[in-house]
């Protein structure tokens, strides 16, 4: 009897003991790290070159907001995947987010902007939500923290953590992967340091599905708009990781009517019936 409440006591030990130190569970090649209930992150994260896991299905699947059949009160839409998307040959952008995380509420009008402005050309972006608070990631309030958040793009929640374990995003700090249209990732950013940067690389991807996206300074050199047009003054990024460099978009139209496109960072030309709009990031 000795023996058996031994073995007991240090079976329960050894349970509190996994509760709260951590829990270490393999997924692929990496691991994710939970304390008290708590995800912290995971090891192994992806680089450029890397090809780009698909979203998982079966026992763990994974449940989809603003794709299509998802609606207020059905809430969970259609699952998007890798595989079709890269068929589709479309650009696409992985942005790791925590509504709890001021980190990623700041993220937000990038990402708005970033939907209205190159969707159009092939580029998908995708939300992966994954707290760091278990009570976080039911799906009623990451459909609320999403409408409060005015994103328009598909967003998936990964309750789980099965999506965060195989990209190595770590939880509660904004993350983003750039996947190119052959299904691999482009680059990898942590953090908002580097938001002009992903802006560029996701024009510059889209830019080689559709000539008439031009992208950064080599896009401009000897650009010529039809009947004389030219582009209006070029401002600088503010963001201080990236104090001399900048980030252009333009498109352009032969009509009378002005201005395709109008937000607070656009500035518009206009000569001899041509608009050239010209959209230089500032964070």
């Known amino acids: 009897r000795t023996m058996v409440r031994r073995a007991a006591a240090i079976s329960a030990v050894a349970g509190i003991m996994l509760a709260l130190v951590g829990v270490w569970r393999s997924v692929g090649s990496t691991e994710l790290l939970t304390v008290g209930g708590v995800y912290l992150g995971s090891f192994g994260q992806l680089d450029a070159g890397d090809a780009a896991p698909d979203f998982p299905v079966g026992e763990h699947d994974v449940e989809w907001l603003n794709t299509p059949g998802s609606s207020p009160q059905a809430l969970r839409g259609e699952a998007l995947s890798m595989r079709q998307l890269r068929r589709e040959k479309k650009v696409v952008l992985l942005h790791f987010w925590d509504y709890t995380s001021m980190r990623s509420h700041l993220a937000m009008p990038a990402l708005r902007r970033w939907q209205e402005r190159y969707a159009p050309y092939g580029v998908q972006l995708i939300g992966v939500h994954r707290s760091r608070f ?135 030309g206009t000569t001899h019936g041509a608009h050239a709009l010209t959209q230089l990031q500032h964070y």
């Open 134 to 268: 278990n009570f976080a990631d039911r799906l009623v309030h990451v459909a609320r923290a999403v409408k409060r958040s005015g994103l328009c793009h598909a967003v998936v929640n990964d309750e789980h953590g099965d999506i965060s374990a195989a990209y190595g995003a770590k939880a509660g700090e904004p993350s983003m992967f750039v996947v190119g249209t052959d299904g691999r990732i482009l680059s990898v950013h942590e953090g908002l340091e580097s938001m002009s940067q992903v802006e560029y690389e996701l024009c510059d991807a889209a830019a080689q599905q559709h000539s008439d996206l031009w992208c950064g300074d080599e896009g401009l050199r000897g650009w010529k708009g039809p009947a004389g047009a030219k582009l209006d003054a070029r401002r600088k990024s503010t963001l201080s990781a990236l104090a001399n460099s900048w980030v252009v978009w333009i498109t352009w139209r032969v009509s009378r009517y002005a201005c395709m496109h109008k937000t607070e960072d656009v500035t518009l």
